[in-house]
């Protein structure tokens, strides 16, 4: 007998991330990672933080160095960005401090699975409300006792964009994750100037290519990322990572190229792959997602990652299946298609 | 007006981490952290890790590496192993898993006040049990709704250690925390083989010197730190502090020679200053607390802090004040000795 677990703890299946091989064999186009690697000035950034003085001591707590940095870019103060272990830790940190225990967390679906665990590590209830037909949601579904909303936006897995006036009259506090938003035509992060309702959410795992080093934030109003950080843990971000990115964000440049390449790819898999008969969303992240009516998807998946190639399958309850398959670098995209048309 | 914020969230103060000054100018004796630097190969396991394809990938989520080789250094199997970003996010993970809103911690007076800030941002109930005069804890005083103790053991900011037989018989699940344990005559690991309600946290930060890349593990039974697992970001550690805390651990020699520096500098530390009349606890840590009944400590510190030498000024309900000053180089802490000298 496990004492005292906490039920809800003990009842849940716990998330499951993207398989994440430990041989290097495999073309891997399953967790939207980068194909391409991080700005040079990363590596300078980590070689001059790599002293023995500066791993033996704490990091700074609050990040200044990179939130006058991201304030900087974004065009915002520093005072309204958190700063966060990857984005999960931001998306923890804004569970926390929003939703009760017995609270309630809304999110759409077919959509990112990892807010359904939030709730339940936070023992709150979970309400899912369906896209529509145009990847449009509906604020009138949100019931009137929700505590916190997210929405990924792009969203994952469609790669769908909602635009910013879509979401203005949304109620109740709304986390919008921007995760993909670098791969967008727009953004909104407008919206967290006009109303201390709305907190984005950014990662560094995309499309600054540092998955590795786990970074991400949130722009809130002042006073509400002041109380995130009361929930944060004092040394969230290590010594390396700040470093990393802090000089990530600062090099726009390498960023905007990199995205450059990850599009016109993108623009080439989704032809191909109607081409072949898929249905594919219009992206505007980086990965697409694709769909068939004429037959099971689920074989193609385990046909791929037999020859070495892993894409995302994904089933949702009441929306069906699709493949969700990142952007990878050309050559890569090309071994995809040339073997899904062998498979055909 | 901040929107729906959890009201134990907005009522609490926040923790408070000790002081970490920007500029390099300071002695720093306030945050325990090793004045010597980690393991060279802590360093060439980074560089070994530092490509743009570790970089820009997910890092292992559930950290095999860093289990194996812990497990292998410490005796114990690989799946009682739980990485962490730093023990704080380790405690954090054992609090969401253990203690229900409204349910109740129990930690010792004076100790490590994170414990309180905790139950806080849980919504939880916090209870403290006050130390004997032999630094010993009375189970009889845990009341009988307890969810989850926190033990540091050794105790911060005292130093003192109490056997692992104490503690056999504490009521409900109990955290031992380790994080100084490494400068201790003993530990409680063995207690975690004899009882599922024992959970004992480790630190890299102090005896690995590695405060700056944060990690930290806990060792529980398999079944419990398979729940652990379900309630810890997936990616909580980067692909970065898990190359450095494997190599860490892995050169016990390093780790061992550093030890040896400091106990041999607390001692002669202790011993200087009850020679300038303070009462000094025996510590096992690296560090050592320290109080006067003929006079105030806290222009002691203010006059420290000036000349450039930070400690840690505490203050404790019910207890009283005290310093706590972290074990630094041998010239650090003669530098201290001489300028308490010329205050006093």
Redesign the interface.
Known sequence: ??????SN??A????T?GE?P?D?AYV?LN?N??????SPR??EA??KA????????????LG?EFRETAGRVLGVDSACILIG??S??VL?ILT???????GLIVSPTPSYLLYKTLAE?Q?ARHHVIPFTHDWRLDANQVPGAV??SFIPNPNSPTGTLMPAESLVHWP??LIIDEAYVDFADSNCLHLVKQS??MVVTRSL?KSY??????FGFAVA?P??TA?L???K?????????LA?ATAALADQAHMLANRARIIATRNRLTKALRGLGFEVCDSQANFVWCRRRDCRLEPLYLELKRRKILVRYMHFEGYGEGLRISIGTEAEIDRLVEEMMRIA
Do not use: W
């Open positions: 007998m496990i004492p005292s677990i906490r703890i003990r849940m299946a716990g998330y991330p994440q430990r290097g891997k967790t990672e980068n194909p391409y690697p991080p990363v590596f980590i070689q790599l002293t023995g003085d500066r791993l033996r001591k704490y990091p700074d707590p200044h272990n990857g999960d830790d923890t926390r401090a929003f939703v009760p225990e017995g590590i023992g505590n916190l109740g506090p201390e309702r795992s290519a540092l998955a590795g080093i786990r109003s006073a509400v109380e950080y009361k929930v843990d004092s040394y969230n971000c290590d010594v390396l990572s990393a």
